[in-house]
DNA sequence: CTTGAAATATACCGATCGGTCTACTTGTTA
DNA sequence: TAACAAGTAGACCGATCGGTATATTTCAAG
């Protein structure tokens, strides 16, 4: 049972992080788009750091689920849903609210300060980087690719690199070079283990 | 004839942008580094903006310098200086220095907040992905690639995916499977073109 | 009807923000 | 030596920062 100002909260947190970056965005400004009282933030949440790591995370968790079930409903092979992961991407980065991975926003800001005093923001990023490439590795094993593991980090470097890209400047056929790029690295992968 | 105290202010701040990120470095934090007065760095730069934006020109050019002399010097052919661009990216990376591509960087902090109201920041970083990519460019066609454009975006989508997963977390497995990646890919747009 | 938790509005805290201003000290050059 | 540009230290500006405190209201459960 989330409380629904609590949940107020975190969606206009989510949506100010989005289009303005975390550090550009005062308590104030979340309070006036929330329409909730300051006293009410500070009881669900006991600093900004928190209220931002806990936005990182609901956002990991919802994309998790939305990629995945869009991804297996695109495809029913692990090397159709290998390339579904990118069709998905695509439908994420056309969209006119895509403001680049937030989980590499975080880490721009929050991740470089030092090794020692780690922000737990840069915890949520690298773990939601850790997720993906996990999912790649199975979905890359389940496709019979001869090295799964270095399958999965091609492709989220991929993956990585076409969000970056987007963010910096979108051009219309950066995705379709890289989805190209992409099929040709799978299909190398499989084959490589089929002609052993 | 650069005057002394302002590359010692640019010198500071490019040194604290890069370990703590823009905006979270004030003003004063830039002067007490650089070991000069307020109103100096007011008489160099007419505002903090104005300070970013020529710290991210200088540090696009000298990139373009260093980058360049390393890779014409690593390999003397088309095809040997693209993979050569990777190796010059590996030696980036591996510096324990290295905290991320300063442009996706600057990007992720000022270049969302409005399209209209674009950051001068954002058009540095889109001006250093431009470049790569009709650097990229101009050594795949030379290199005889088929779509030397389409080569570039995939290359420049890998490079840029390897660095920002190497800041998100550094994976030690992660370039040399991109380079692996990159090699494929250069090697089957050359060969499209041979057989053709 | 009462109790108590949750939310409200708002004042307040010290600190920092980017930026301006005044007054003084250099060092070089005419 | 006089003039001048460049730099210094530091006070000062209004605004905003994250976070706390006080006092009041709302409302459902016992």
Redesign the pocket.
Known sequence: MP????TAILDAAEDLFRTHGF?A?????V?DHA??????L???F??????VVTVLERMDHTWREHTTARVEQAANTPRGRLTAIFAALRDDIDRPDFYGCMFARAAAEYGVTSAATAHPALAAAVAHQAWIRAWLTRLGKAAGAAQPETLALQLGTLFDGAMTCAQVKRHPQALNAAIHAAEMLIDAAIDHAAQR
Chains 1, 2 share one sequence.
């Open positions: 409380s629904p100002k609590r550090g965005v005062g308590i104030q400004r309070l329409g909730v009282a300051r006293r009410t500070y009881l669900h006991p600093s900004k750091d928190d209220l």
